[in-house]
């Protein structure tokens, strides 16, 4: 158990709709890292928060949207589904956010769009 | 951004040394070099990461040529539930800015027998 905790654990929804996946990095980690893990585009970094501020922007479609709130969990937002959206959603959080640190990943959302 | 290359995949036998090798020869003196696995339908595992000099720790080795051009992940008796992806990724310093986020490749998919 890394210690970060993902919700849902699937999601299932149409083409169309707009979902939010939730994240609880692990006790005291200031940074949150959002990546997408499809089957064609392997894992691929999204966007990363550090104490509520964006701090590095990765390729994160305009239709997708996310924040870090005061308490540290962060919420990723993805709207206009697209088949092409459906894919596993891995959040990570790390002490520092540094290069010089781990990043501890949650089991992953798998999305759905049908 | 830098590169790394690795074999897509590996074999090994349970019990035995698993050296996995990877190439980064335009990886500059900043750039962090860290190791990640990823078992079956799990999110992505920090393994290890170093600079410049080998480093160990419970999990494995990290062993990293006097260039730092390539560097190479050492199990020292692979498990069956060693058997995952590898991924050798540069934590890179962009600009003088730290920032954590992973670029992750193919990955090197290790299978171990019994």
């Known amino acids: 158990d890394s210690g970060v905790t993902q919700t849902p654990k699937h999601l299932i929804t149409a083409t169309g709709q707009r979902v939010t996946l939730r994240c609880s990095p692990r006790?005291?980690?200031?940074?949150v890292y959002w990546y997408q893990q499809s089957l064609d585009q392997g894992l691929q970094f999204l966007i990363q928060?550090?104490?509520?501020?964006?701090?590095a922007k990765g390729n994160i479609l305009e239709r997708f949207s996310a924040q870090q709130f005061p308490d540290l969990h962060s919420e990723l937002n993805l709207s206009s589904l697209e088949l092409g959206d459906s894919a596993l959603y891995f959040c990570?959080?790390?002490?520092?956010?540094?290069?010089?640190?781990?990043?501890?990943f949650g089991q992953g959302t798998r999305l759905t769009v049908v | 951004d830098a590169k790394t290359t690795q074999p897509n995949s590996m074999e090994s036998n349970e019990e035995e040394p698993v050296h996995l090798p990877c190439n980064h020869s335009?990886?500059?003196?900043?750039?962090?070099i860290h190791w990640y696995r990823q078992l079956p339908s799990q999110g992505p595992e920090y393994v290890i990461h170093?600079?410049?000099s080998n480093v160990n720790n419970r999990m494995a080795s990290l062993a990293i040529a006097e260039d730092r051009k390539s560097s190479t992940l050492i199990l020292h008796r692979a498990t069956l539930r060693d058997a995952a992806v590898y991924y050798c990724?540069?934590?890179?310093?962009?600009?003088?800015?730290?920032?954590?986020?992973?670029?992750f490749g193919q990955g090197t998919i290790l299978t171990v027998h019994p």
């Open positions: 990570a959080s790390s002490p520092r956010g540094n290069q010089n640190t781990e990043a501890f």
């Open positions: 006790s005291g980690d200031l940074s």
């Open positions: 928060y550090y104490n509520g501020e964006e701090r």
């Open positions: 335009t990886i500059s003196g900043t750039d962090y």
């Open positions: 170093g600079l410049t």
């Open positions: 990724i540069l934590n890179l310093n962009a600009g003088g800015t730290s920032y954590g986020k992973l670029t």
